[in-house]
C-alpha cells in the first residue's frame, strides 16, 4: 500500500471524525472500525481489531532495536447535561483553534496524534516494530489493556515500568495510557514508577515487557 503523506490538519480532522461517533465503554466497536480503517489508509502493515475489540496497528521495524508501542483508548465517559456545552458533545467543531466535543482531551485527540505520528514511519521504517494500540474498557477499568497484555504468551506478563529506556531482559517499550496485568487473567500487577508529562487522565506512561508484541485477531 502506497503510503498516504498526513499533515497536522488531517489529523485533527481524523480526531473531530471520531468525536462524532459516541463510544461509551462496551461500545466502541463503530470507533475502533474506523480507527483500523484510518491505519490502513495511512499505509500500516497491518491493522486488526482483536477478541476484545482493541484496534491494533502495525508498522514493520528494521530488527534493529526493540518494538515500542503507543496507546490510548478507545472510550469515552457520557458528556452528561448537553445544555452546559458550548457545542455539541459529539460534534466534533473545530472553532477559534479549538476542537471541541466529549473525547477532545481525553483521549481522542492524543489517540488521533499518535496514530498519525506513527505514520511518519511508513516510508522512514524505525530501528524496531511499532506497535499502536487503542483499547476498549479503559473508562471501567482497562479491561482491553488487559486482554492485550495477556493475549501474549505467558513470559511475557511480567510487567515492568520504566522511562521508556530498554533494560536488561526486557524487548519493548510502551508509551500510552497506565497499562498492566492484573489478577484478572493470572498476571501480576506492576506498580508505576515514572509520569512522563504531566495531568491524569491524558498523562503518557513508559513500561517495558519481556516477551513479544500481539498477534492478529479477529479482522
Not at 499505509?43 to 532495536?65: F, H, K, L, P, Q
Not at 509520569?195 to 485477531?217: D, N, Q, V, Y
Amino acid at each position: 500500500m502506497t503510503p498516504v503523506l498526513e499533515s497536522f490538519e488531517e489529523a485533527v480532522e481524523f480526531a473531530a471524525d471520531l468525536i462524532r461517533i459516541p463510544g461509551p465503554p462496551g461500545g466502541e466497536e463503530r470507533v475502533a472500525r474506523r480507527v483500523v480503517e484510518e491505519m490502513r489508509r495511512l499505509g500500516y502493515d497491518r491493522a486488526w481489531t482483536d477478541a476484545a475489540g482493541n484496534a491494533i496497528g502495525v508498522i514493520r521495524g528494521r530488527r534493529e532495536s526493540a518494538p515500542v508501542m503507543l496507546s490510548c483508548h478507545l472510550d469515552v465517559v457520557d458528556p452528561g447535561d448537553r445544555a452546559g456545552w458550548q457545542h455539541d458533545p459529539y460534534g466534533g467543531v473545530v472553532a477559534d483553534g479549538w476542537l471541541h466535543g466529549r473525547g477532545a482531551m481525553d483521549i481522542k485527540g492524543p489517540l488521533a496524534l499518535q496514530t498519525y505520528a506513527a505514520a511518519r514511519f511508513v516510508e522512514d521504517r524505525p530501528a524496531g516494530d511499532l506497535v499502536v494500540a487503542h483499547t476498549v474498557l479503559e473508562e471501567r477499568g482497562g479491561w482491553g489493556m488487559d486482554h492485550l497484555l495477556c493475549s501474549v504468551p505467558a513470559r511475557s506478563r511480567r510487567a515492568r515500568w520504566s522511562s521508556g529506556r530498554r533494560r536488561p531482559g526486557t524487548s519493548a517499550s510502551v508509551i500510552g495510557v497506565a497499562p498492566r496485568c492484573s489478577s484478572r487473567c493470572g498476571g501480576s500487577r506492576a506498580t508505576p514508577a515514572r509520569r512522563i508529562g504531566r495531568g491524569t487522565r491524558s498523562t503518557a506512561w513508559a513500561w517495558s515487557w519481556t516477551g513479544c508484541a500481539p498477534s492478529p485477531g479477529r479482522r
